[in-house]
């Protein structure tokens, strides 16, 4: 059977992101660890994002979806924050006063089958900010049923970009926790759509 599965970003979501150009914002996230360095970048984990300026508070989310080969897949959400969310979670500034210059949308694109089935996989997978003083901010849903993030943050676009976007093909299949061989896979892309 052919399954051909796609979970992109809505655009009710996109026009919140479109709000936050060359707005100051900051950044939290409900930390669930300590923060570490990973190649000179600065390293989290957490479960929301939430980014506020003087008019706006929206909260990102992974909210998986079952799709119809029974797979839950990334489904990358923003919306308004809501009073119960804000309360509810103990949130770490990450970044504070900084205008967000560009954002893009990263999305994984993979086919690949095996005897019985094949798949063609288009799933945003991420986000990436470009603020002011050459700081830049990496989200990425990981493959997870909790809906968790990773979070890179770097004032060198360039050495991020080399360590998510840039990634190896084998390095987007394990991040996908893949078992087959590369062998079997068509297609592995890994690329970037710029919203503003």
Not at 112 to 141: H, Q, R, T
Request: with cysteine; aromatic share 8%; proline share 2%.
């Amino acid at each position: 059977m052919g399954y051909k599965i796609e979970s992109l970003i809505s655009p009710e979501s996109i026009m919140c992101l479109q709000k936050l150009r060359n707005s100051i914002c900051t950044l939290w996230i409900d930390d669930l660890g300590d923060t570490k360095l990973i190649n000179g970048n600065q390293y989290t984990m957490g479960l929301i994002l939430r980014v506020t300026n003087k008019s706006t508070d929206y909260m990102i989310k992974d909210k998986p979806e079952i799709k119809e080969d029974g797979e839950e897949t990334t489904n990358l959400k923003v919306f308004q924050s809501n009073t119960k969310d804000i309360k509810d979670n103990i949130w770490v500034n990450l970044l504070e006063s900084k205008s967000i210059k560009s954002l893009y949308i990263i999305t994984d694109h993979l086919i690949w089958s095996n005897m019985e089935n094949s798949w063609d996989l288009k799933v945003d997978i991420g986000l990436k900010l470009i603020f002011d003083e050459n700081y830049s901010l990496i989200l990425m849903a990981k493959h997870s049923s909790v809906g968790l993030f990773e979070i890179w943050i770097s004032n060198n676009l360039n050495k991020l970009d080399k360590t998510i976007i840039q990634a190896s093909n084998n390095e987007v299949l394990e991040f996908w926790g893949v078992e087959p061989s590369i062998e079997n896979f068509n297609t592995v892309k890994r690329i970037e759509k710029k919203i503003f």
